[in-house]
């Protein structure tokens, strides 16, 4: 089945630095690729996605990067401020597009 | 535009028991799906229904059943609670069809013991 690795599991960064996720996958089938970010106490909350017909997509800070080829996707903030802090998972649809299958997740630290 | 709301918030039970989360999908939004999360782990699906039948599922057991009714609002039912279904369960809606965002809730925390 689908499996996501994600790394690093710990990011801690100064405050204006930029911060990179990484994430690979084993489907070659997969075709949706969303970042969430999850505050403490709280759901996942949707980020950014990036379908499989595109490489780059950008929103603001946070910008998204896919190699088809190699089955790597990436999550960059630019700029990162105190309340980037949170945990990040990556994630992948399963071959019959009804499951997301996560990654382990990252905690971003960002100090003032 | 109303988001994913859960109910309760919390909750404890014992081993054994039975417990049901509730769940109402953002609006016209038409597919719902559960997620288990453990502490300090990625969430993992449980089951998507669409047109109130269950659309996928992933490695659960049959103690794990849910509902969608007709305002695609959603029931998840566990029974004989074990210590290790302690956890963050989470409702996210989509529209139908694969590869559709998912859109969160914020889950009910269930703690069994």
């Known amino acids: 089945g689908e499996n996501v690795e994600q790394h690093p599991s710990t990011l801690s960064v100064q405050e204006g630095d930029s911060a990179v996720i990484k994430c690979t996958y084993s489907?070659?089938?997969?075709?949706?690729f969303p970042w969430y970010k999850q505050e403490l106490g709280k759901g996942p909350q949707l980020i950014i996605d990036?379908?499989?017909?595109?490489g780059e997509k950008k929103d603001q800070r946070i910008a998204v990067t896919l190699n088809k080829t190699a089955k790597h996707f990436s999550l960059h903030i630019t700029e990162t401020q105190p309340e980037d802090s949170a945990v990040y998972f990556c994630a992948a649809f399963n071959q019959a597009g009804t499951a997301l299958i996560f990654g382990k997740g990252t905690t971003l630290s960002v100090s003032s | 535009e109303t988001g994913v709301t859960q109910s309760p918030t919390h909750l404890i039970k014992t081993r054994g028991q039975q417990v049901t989360l509730r769940c109402s999908s953002q609006?016209?939004?038409?597919?719902v799906s559960w997620y288990q999360q453990a502490l300090g782990q990625g969430p993992q699906f449980i089951f998507q229904y669409y047109r109130e039948e269950e659309n996928g599922r992933g490695n659960f057991p049959p103690r794990f059943s849910g509902l969608q009714f007709p305002n695609y609002s959603s029931e998840l039912n566990v029974n004989a609670l074990e210590l290790d279904d302690s956890a963050l369960y989470l409702c996210a809606s989509s529209l139908v069809g694969g590869n559709s965002p998912l859109h969160f809730g914020n889950g009910t925390r269930l703690t069994v013991t």
């Open positions: 489907d070659s089938a997969s075709n949706y």
């Open positions: 990036i379908r499989s017909n595109v």
């Open positions: 609006s016209g939004h038409n597919t």
